[in-house]
């Protein structure tokens, strides 16, 4: 617990104090965001702002995680180090798209058929190590089984099945926060929350896990190394609250795809070794909403020849159109996380109770 507590706390500091840096550096290189000319005419005045704050996020979360580790004298785990992977590895792809908008100023970065390709091979190298490395007692990290709150009992898939399936859950994840990503705070806050509740839930699995010998079989978790996995969802959550600083309206900085592909591939990362893949719908109902509103509105305008379901996609930007305040917009889909957190957290200590 000590190194949760650390993490979380140095990340905190390192976003706070980093941010800061950064800004005056982004500002100084000219790396500013531009701005679509088909989004709502009031984003016009953030032109300019510096993005890429998502690369601070990131190197607080590594630093953060590290030094507790040193902190408390312990090795890291390989889930971890895997999910860590993940996190670098799709930053460093929403890297390369950031870069290129500032770079040759063109406010679509990476094309999209690219910037899905990264994410695959991101996706594929760390589905595959993550089905090896078993534990003394034959766990791996990621589990063949479907799972919503725990393994389903009979419902072990060949490993290329898993493999496509993982594939799919990171794709869906870290889409999800970058199409939340619009405006000012709003994906921040929503991790945030996400985050948290995911610390709660490797904490929980922690104490009730099957490599505890006082646990009996029937009431404990199937997961591998959920302590240390607690201890970088610590590290996430106080980054993005220290981000939150600085990203809150009128943000001082903007997260770019650096920042919300990273997180999207954190947060599938973590449903996947929890063991709660669906789970994740409910906890980022926010995203799926998001990511939905987008299919819908293409699906719509291809099959009518035009029309349009929303006035805008992704949906937070619909709101700004038909007259809510920005500031509005993003506490009310805070709210709207908040009310999804909690009931996965529910339904998650639910299953626990009845299954005891």
Request: charged share 15%; proline share 3%.
């Amino acid at each position: 617990m000590r190194g949760i507590l650390f993490a979380g706390g140095l990340a905190l500091i390192f976003t706070l104090l980093g941010t800061r840096v950064a800004i005056g550096i982004l500002v100084r290189r000219g790396y500013g965001q531009l701005i679509r000319d088909d989004g709502p005419t009031t984003h016009h005045t953030k032109r300019g702002t510096p993005t890429m704050g998502g690369s601070v996020i990131i190197l607080s979360v590594l630093a953060a995680y590290f030094a507790a580790k040193l902190i408390t004298w312990r090795q890291p785990s390989v889930s971890s180090l895997l999910l860590l992977f993940l996190f670098v590895g799709l930053g460093l792809v929403g890297f390369l798209d950031d870069y290129i908008k500032v770079a040759k100023q063109r406010s679509l970065g990476l094309r999209s058929k690219a910037k899905m390709a990264g994410q695959t091979v991101v996706a594929i190298v760390f589905a595959v190590l993550a089905l090896q490395f078993p534990d003394e007692r034959g766990e791996t990290p990621a589990s063949k089984s479907i799972s919503f709150i725990r393994d389903v009992p009979g419902w072990e898939l060949p490993a290329i099945l898993i493999v496509l399936l993982i594939i799919v859950i990171i794709a869906g994840a870290s889409n999800g926060v970058n199409l939340t990503d619009g405006l000012d705070g709003l994906a921040t806050g929503a991790c945030v929350m996400v985050f948290g509740a995911y610390t709660l839930v490797n904490i929980w699995q922690n104490n009730q896990w099957c490599g505890q010998a006082d646990i009996s079989y029937g009431q404990c978790y199937e997961v591998r190394d959920p302590l240390d996995l607690a201890m970088v969802c610590a590290a996430i959550t106080g980054a993005c609250f220290g981000f939150l600083w600085w990203n809150a309206s009128p943000a001082k900085i903007f997260m770019g795809d650096t920042g919300s592909l990273a997180l999207g591939g954190a947060l599938a990362g973590l449903a996947i070794f929890t063991r709660t893949e669906f789970l994740l719908v409910i906890l980022g109902g926010l995203f799926v909403v998001q990511a939905v509103s987008v299919i819908l509105q293409v699906g719509y305008f291809k099959a009518t020849g035009g029309k349009r379901l929303f006035r805008m996609a992704p949906l937070h930007h619909h709101f700004e159109l038909k007259g809510w305040d920005e500031i509005t917009v993003v506490i009310r889909f805070w709210i709207i996380t908040g009310l999804c957190v909690a009931a996965g957290l529910g339904i998650f200590y639910a299953q626990w109770v009845a299954g005891t």
